[in-house]
């Protein structure tokens, strides 16, 4: 084990950047939905981390601590607090310590420093792109004997959030703020011109073009937007008919896809069609556009529709993302695991448990926070049907789960991503030639690939 996470902590150690709640990779990456990520009251992360912490509790002994290391601040780490008291105040011989430990990459880098100093949790959340180098570096808990102590297997999960969670024959990992990407609309701008929401690129390209509004030469509105992310071209390069990374894992599973992927954004850049933001901040950028009437349509996560719908002053709507050859969307944000490590597995497991199947715990922080239902049960309970029936915008996303796709998993995809923002940077920013700079990012994909 001890090789295997030094390689993984090198490799990891490469990132500048890594995946937000999207899951492609963000600037903005910690799963809470505010520029700046604020420490959770729960635990600080030096508490967390010390040896006392980190045991079973003192005093009485009646108590075991379970350490829990999570990448949600804002809004949603507030509800998470508010899920880990629900669980504390229900559990005499178990207390959770829940405890930010900053965007998703942070989370990371703590957690192989935690692993390799013998002060990691017990059970963390890991964005769901990184679980696969965890799981390769056999520092992850199979928890397929404790499901089926508690009368529960793989199969009670959604399918398409789950893609994820095995390797090598062991699960892994279990869902908990998952979200996919979907077209948020300005419905009231579209009626207006007695447009249609559009549903392939086709048809998206003639509506964010007649959506444009020029003012003295300048663009005072855009058609559509999205943020600095890898999570939209992986989606756009699937919907025309490509594989991120080919099945052998040796190289990228795409060619024309993916220059035809870069010209469309493009096409539609020149225009004046498409913002394309700069990378810092991106995601807040174009959520106060949207909210602002400066763009029509936007590709973003669906965990951002409670935000907009509590901010927007228009009739706004959500819909899959516009297909070209056929419908796909990655998915993304972060699954739990426990920690082979942990001496106290069977606390742990209490805690996940009531986590994915309590409707006091995960179900109810995902009412809060806009987040995708994980399991069958969830899916079909009373508050999650009628939340979809009040708000019928939260329920697009789940439905477009049937065409989900996971075709970036590789224990390499950290080093990969880097590789592909600086392509996304080239050509989108500096308007690099499409085809030369794909062919190089392919080169450089497969020389990290044949590591």
């Known amino acids: 084990m001890g090789g295997k996470l030094g390689m993984m902590m090198s490799a990891t150690m490469l990132l500048g950047v890594l995946a937000g709640c999207g899951g492609g990779g963000n600037a903005n990456n910690q799963a809470g939905g505010s520029a700046t990520p604020s420490q959770s009251p729960s635990a600080t992360a030096s508490e967390s981390a010390s040896p006392e912490a980190s045991g079973s509790g003192s005093g ?21 607090d508010q899920l880990i008291k629900r669980f504390n105040d229900s559990h005499p011989n178990v207390e959770v310590v829940g405890t930010f430990q900053g965007g ?15 002060t990691a949790p017990d059970v963390s959340m890991l964005e769901r792109a990184y679980v696969q180098m965890f799981a390769d570096s056999d520092v992850l808990e199979d928890l397929t004997p404790y499901l089926a102590s508690s009368g529960l297997s793989a199969d009670d999960f959604t399918a398409a959030l789950m893609g994820h969670s095995i390797f090598d024959d062991k699960l892994v990992a279990l869902p908990l703020n998952r979200s996919t990407p979907i077209l948020h609309i300005n419905k009231t701008l579209l009626d207006e011109k007695g447009l249609s929401v559009p549903t392939t690129w086709e048809e998206l390209k003639k509506t964010a073009n007649a959506l444009v509004v020029k003012e003295n030469g300048q663009v005072s509105r855009y058609g559509l937007t999205m943020p600095y992310d890898t999570w939209y071209p992986l989606a756009m390069i699937t919907q025309a008919g490509g594989k991120f990374f080919n099945d052998e894992g040796t190289s990228v599973g795409y060619g024309d896809e993916g220059v035809k992927t870069f010209q469309y954004l493009k096409d539609l850049q020149n225009t004046g069609a498409l913002y394309y933001p700069p ?59 426990m920690l082979s490590t942990s001496k106290n597995k069977d606390a742990a497991w209490e ?37 979809w029936a009040k708000e019928p915008n939260r329920k697009v996303a789940y439905d477009q789960l049937q065409y989900a ?40 994909a497969e020389q990290i690939l044949a590591q």
């Open 60 to 80: 009485s002994g009646s108590k075991t601590t379970v350490q829990f290391w999570h990448s949600l601040s804002g809004k949603n780490g507030e509800y998470m």
């Open 279 to 337: 990378a810092k901040d991106s995601g807040n950028i174009v959520n106060n556009m949207f909210i602002d009437g400066k763009v029509a349509m936007m590709f973003q996560s669906t965990g951002s529709i409670g935000g907009l719908a509590g901010s927007v002053t228009f009739d706004y709507a959500t819909a899959f993302l516009p297909k070209d050859v056929r419908n796909a969307t990655p998915t993304g944000g972060g699954n739990v695991v």
């Open 104 to 118: 998703y990459d942070e989370t990371v880098t703590k957690l192989q420093q935690g692993l390799a100093s013998n």
């Open 351 to 387: 805690f996940l448990n009531w986590l994915e199947t309590d409707p006091q715990g995960a179900q109810a922080f995902i009412v809060q926070s806009g987040y995708l239902p994980f399991t069958k049960a969830m899916t079909e309970s009373k508050e999650i049907q009628d939340l």
């Open 405 to 444: 796709v996971d075709t970036n998993k590789s224990v390499h995809w950290p080093e990969v991503m880097k590789e592909f923002f600086s392509a996304i940077e080239a050509i989108m920013y500096d308007n690099k030639d499409i085809p030369s700079t794909l062919d190089g990012f392919k080169k450089s």
